[in-house]
């Protein structure tokens, strides 16, 4: 290849900071479902109330991140994400040292506010700098430091928690946080703020029902795939006497399904359509809830022997939001960047209610519940973009359910 043709295939190194910030950030907030008993044990809190820590975080994420983005909008794009990072440092590192639940969760609170002000902004840079007819690919890239979290992140938080305690994680999530402010230091070039939409503008598809149900599916449809993830530690324990060490792979496992999985998702949306693509995989996050929900009756299960349907549970959870989100685009029509921008609240409301139903099924019924709920989920997020669609093809559009 020639040097020219190399040089030019070359990823810039503010990219690859942008990258990273997001594996930072979504390594913190997923890696709680790692460390989860042992943060229990040590505080005397039940895991379902640990488990609202991932409830906090992302609850707070989804809530700042629209009024951080008109409050920030004339800040200097450097200067908030490295004064953002600091700010997610400072917490990480204080949570290593706290031995109060309600410290912990404040303390969570506080990195998700700093998360939700760089997430937004990391996404317009990369589109802004972006070379021509190459602004998908960039961000496909900083979203790809998401899904890189759940294989390489969170695997080496939980071993990281469970041979130097769970303190240990969140001194790592701070050196990733201080990792990355310095990559933004040093390579980041200052970019004009884009300027910012008001909130009565950013929340006006909410007034039309078609796209308030369908974000309401983006809810479920997350909701029913973190209700397992959050609580996969104590789920993998009761059923298979699974610890911290075996506990890594399985993540690793996951997060290398989860990115097949929504590539093919994506792929399938594009070819089959996306509403056949839902439904399918919606019936295979079901059927693999089923036979998870068997092994439990039949328990306890080999690892080994659970390992495949944790692979297809991984790769069918991301393999549904990309036509989900195709879907809604249809049903936002000239509202979609809008519903799309909504479209990330929603996941992170997702996530915390994935933390708060799921610990209410532990405390209440045992984690052997899990799945069977989760699936019924599922089949409700299917339901609302049913309805959806319905609610489309009587306003006297043509995107009927199909």
Known sequence: MPVAVRQRARLPAWLLALVFTTFAFATDDYVIAGVLPAISADLGVSQAAGGQLVTAFSLAFALAAPVASVVTATWPRRGLITGALALFVVANWAAAFTTSYALLMGLRVLAAVAAA????????????????????????????????????????????????????TFVAGGALGLVALVAIRATLPETPPVPAMPIRDRLAPLARPQVLLGLLGI?????????????????????????????????????VAGFAGGQLGGRAADRWGADRALVVGVAGFAGVMAVLSVCWLLGPVPLVAVLPLLVVWAGVSWWIPPPAQTRLLALAGPAGPQALALNSSAVYVGVSGGGAVGGLVLAGHGSGWLPAVAAGVEVVALALFWLAGRRFQSAGTSAPWR
Do not use: K, N
Request: aromatic share 10%.
């Open 117 to 168: 002000a760089v997430v937004p902004a990391a996404y317009a840079i990369a589109a802004t700098l972006a070379p021509d007819g190459r602004q998908g690919r960039y961000l496909a890239l900083v979203m790809g430091g998401l899904t890189g979290s759940l294989a390489l992140g969170v695997p080496i938080g939980t071993w990281v928690g469970g041979a130097f305690g769970w303190q240990a």
């Open 219 to 255: 809810v479920a449809i997350v909701l029913g795939s973190m209700m397992v993830l959050t609580y996969l530690a104590p789920f993998l324990h009761d059923l298979a006497g699974a610890g911290p060490g075996e506990l890594g792979w399985v993540f690793v496992l996951a997060g």
